[in-house]
């Protein structure tokens, strides 16, 4: 059997990449087909249509909805109302466009009202957050560094209270859920570097805000 050239290995590497990309590709084009079908029955009426999509749909929105509000609670009320204003809204849509890209979109906009909403009238208190998907793992932790983490998680969303609406999602999407910066700015509507400077905002904030944790951890762990 003959050595495999490196060219060779790089052709067959090259050709896996395209077909995992191809497989990708054609569950992405399944889904949206999927929903596509559930949409147009959905806009005759058929409530179980729409069932299917909030089923479909839900989870990883209201993920998302914690993550940018910090609170179950609240995240839970703007996904009842994203999807009602998703039912509402079923005949504008566009079907050239992803039906997820477009919930996304109006789970967006309606976290921008709830976060201006809630600036107008005072802030109320962050019920304890019982976990960020984002920072769990398999290991399982000490309970100091449990309360640790939670403590500083309910920090976290607590400096986050004061960002305006814009910095908030930007940043949530940015450090919390990993997305690049064009792809922020496409899912809200600006530039990438409108999206980078926000979230560049949004850290220096949040930063000044957990400085002070931030110096009474070090200093516990040295008493």
Do not use: C
């Amino acid at each position: 059997m003959g050595v495999e050239s490196g060219a060779q290995r790089a052709n067959t590497v090259q050709g896996e990449a395209q077909r995992r990309a191809e497989g990708l590709s054609s569950v992405t084009d399944a889904t949206e087909d999927a929903d596509a079908m559930l949409v147009e029955r959905a806009k005759t009426g058929d409530r179980t249509a729409f069932v299917a999509l909030y089923r479909r749909h839900a989870p990883p929105v209201a993920r998302r909805l914690r993550h940018l509000l910090g609170n179950k609670t609240d995240a839970e009320d703007v996904l009842q109302v994203t999807f009602l204003e998703v039912h509402r809204s079923l005949r504008r849509y566009d079907p050239a466009r992803p039906f997820a890209a477009w919930l996304h979109g109006i789970a967006l906009n309606v976290t921008r009202r709830f976060l201006r909403t809630q600036s107008r009238h005072g802030w109320q208190s962050l019920t304890p957050f019982q976990s960020l998907d984002a920072v769990q793992d398999s290991i399982t932790p000490t309970a100091e560094q449990a309360a640790m983490t939670q403590d500083l998680a309910h920090r976290l969303y607590r400096a986050m209270e004061r960002l305006a609406p814009g910095m908030r999602i930007a940043f949530t999407l940015h450090e919390i859920e990993g997305l690049g910066l064009t792809e922020i700015a496409h899912q809200v509507g600006t530039t990438p570097q409108a999206v980078g400077a926000q979230v560049e905002r949004a850290r220096k904030h949040i930063e000044r805000r957990l400085s002070d944790f931030s110096t009474t951890a070090i200093a516990g762990g040295r008493s």
